[in-house]
């Protein structure tokens, strides 16, 4: 169970385009969803927390007019990049945690389930 | 923030129990403790969480000392396809800031 399904896997496309990464749990609903961004070699860094029906909360440094976020239901959020350039070029990552937890249920503390990842280059 | 300090790497061999540390000294009250397993170009996969003591399940066990100021992972018998990144999360999910600030991970690499 909790299965998140993010897709496109990768995307190389020219500078100045805009791309449109989806993110859509299969199996449960999801209040907050997360997306996340990754360099080569480095950790995951967070750039903005969405609520469904709500505006995206973004981290500092993340612009919000690039990165647009669209949590268009319990089961799915988009991230857009618009005019994309080559310092966009990365790995996008999206996240979920699952709402409406059974009592008993393990683990206590309900963690996120993360998509496979879209990697983003941009020529 | 409970800040998290790991090892940035470690090797081993198939078939050996390894066992990855990550320092919390600052963790709450509430926080509890999850560690997560990234393979390149795939999100991170959920191993396991606990609070306190033991927590065992069909991959790896979790232990955490009385003062919570540590945990470790260990893998049992490791293969090669355990290579990955391991990264340890400490946070509660009434507090999401925490759980959402990955460390560097521990880059283990499984060697036959």
């Not at chain 1, 409406?100 to 963690?111: L, S």
């Not at chain 2, 996969?45 to 609070?51: A, D, E, L, V, W």
Request: with cysteine.
């Amino acid at each position: 169970g909790a299965v998140v399904s993010q897709h496109p896997s990768w995307v190389i496309c020219k500078s100045g385009t805009s791309v449109k990464i989806e993110c859509r749990s299969l199996d449960f609903q999801a209040t907050t969803m997360f997306w996340y961004r990754q360099f080569p070699k480095q950790s995951l860094m967070l750039m903005a927390t969405s609520n469904e029906g709500s505006k995206a909360t973004y981290e500092q440094g993340v612009e919000k007019d690039k990165f647009l976020i669209n949590h268009a239901s319990l089961t799915l959020s988009t991230l857009t990049v618009t005019s994309a350039h080559p310092e966009d070029s990365s790995f996008y990552i999206c996240s979920m945690r699952p709402e409406g937890r059974k009592a008993g249920q393990q683990p206590a503390n309900q963690p996120q389930h993360f998509g496979d990842g879209t990697r983003l280059s941009i020529l | 923030l409970a800040k998290t300090t790991q090892p940035i790497s470690m090797d081993s061999y198939e078939g050996q129990e390894v066992n990855i540390t990550c320092s919390h000294n600052n963790i709450a009250t509430n926080d509890y403790i999850t560690w997560y397993q990234q393979f390149p170009s795939q999100g991170p996969r959920f191993i396991i969480q606990g609070y306190k003591t033991k927590v065992t399940n069909e991959v790896a066990s979790l232990f955490i000392p009385a003062d919570r100021k540590s945990s470790t992972l260990s893998l049992p018998r490791v293969s090669l396809s355990d290579t990955a990144v391991y990264y340890c999360l400490v946070g509660d999910e009434n507090n999401a800031g925490n759980m959402l600030t990955f460390g560097g991970g521990t880059r283990l690499m499984v060697k036959p």
